[in-house]
């Protein structure tokens, strides 16, 4: 602004000196002269004015609502870049002064994420619904908070701006990838308004009783929800591929689970981590009357259950109104 006004004041100079000059022209040369220097002068000034900036982002432009950067990020078909933090964690502080602030990372995020700022502290039971226990943390997610990437600790700008290129160039907004990290999370609040199934496995009661049966490899048999490991959604909240040594037999399905751990934890609780409705996805069946089985890579979870949508804009539909749906879908089974 300063510059144009020097600018206009320039012109408006050169317009009064001009006409003087009219009435008290002597010398033809010094005239052409003197008109010469002072429309370089105003050229300059002009060109000065309207030269874009090539400054750069000295922050990234926090949000502190997750709710707000998650229907934003939605809105605009971007992901959600959640940074989790403390105010009394030096390494958080660190990375912010460090990391965040410098030019280039602080362009990249603002362009090209929904940035958000979390307080461990003030959010405590989104970071355990999100299993954040150490800060700082940062999670990558889709609007539909399905976790792509999460990274604990510190990092620098040479190594966290590599990671976050990969993330935008393999995922998509529009549709969750099966290697995403998290199945989606509803809401924030676990508080149930619906009766779940009630059978829960206890130590006494055998796996035969529960319908569960250790199996060899079976090439023949497909593996159940894409080779996905089902008991890492609830306990890790992340899709993670099984592995054929490590595989069950329960309700007619080959399960194929991550680890040794995961395949035990299954073992004792398979209800903890079973689909509601045996895996039918809720919102087909309630607008269409017809039961379609949906599938781990378009999961959410939902007063601390497991449901399946079987595509990307039933999985919106759901989150956006999880108890319509939910209401509408019985309980997993437990007889078979």
Known sequence: M????????????????????????TEQSASHCGRSMRAVLTVALVASAVVPSTAMADHVTWSPDVESALRTANDGNRLVLMKFTADWCGPCKRYERETFSRPVIAEFVNQ???????????????????KVDRVPAVLIVSPEMVILS????????QKLLPNLKRILATHTTAKPSSSANIAAVTKFSASPTLPVSRQTASSDVSEAALGIVPVPPAPAMKA???????????????????????????????????????M?????????????GDGVCPVTLAE?????????????????????????????????????YADRLPPASTNR
């Open 2 to 25: 300063e510059i144009m006004r020097r600018s206009s004041n320039t012109l408006k100079l050169t317009s009064e000196n001009t006409e003087g000059t009219a009435k008290q022209i």
């Open 112 to 130: 090209n994420f929904v940035p958000v700022l979390v307080d461990i502290d003030k959010r405590k039971e989104l970071a355990k619904q999100l």
């Open 150 to 157: 999460r990274t604990t600790g510190f990092q620098s700008e």
């Open 224 to 262: 159940a929800f894409g080779g996905l490991c089902l008991s890492a959604v609830q306990e890790t909240r992340t899709l993670v591929s099984g592995m054929p040594e490590l595989a069950l037999h329960y309700r007619d399905k080959l399960l194929y689970f991550s680890s040794v751990e995961q």
């Open 264 to 276: 035990q934890n299954f073992q004792k609780k398979p209800q903890k981590y079973w689909p509601q």
């Open 288 to 324: 269409t009357g017809k039961a379609v089985e949906g599938q781990l890579k378009y999961a959410a979870i939902f007063r601390k259950k497991l449901w399946l949508l079987n595509n990307a804009e039933n999985m919106k539909k759901f989150v956006s109104e999880p108890g319509r």
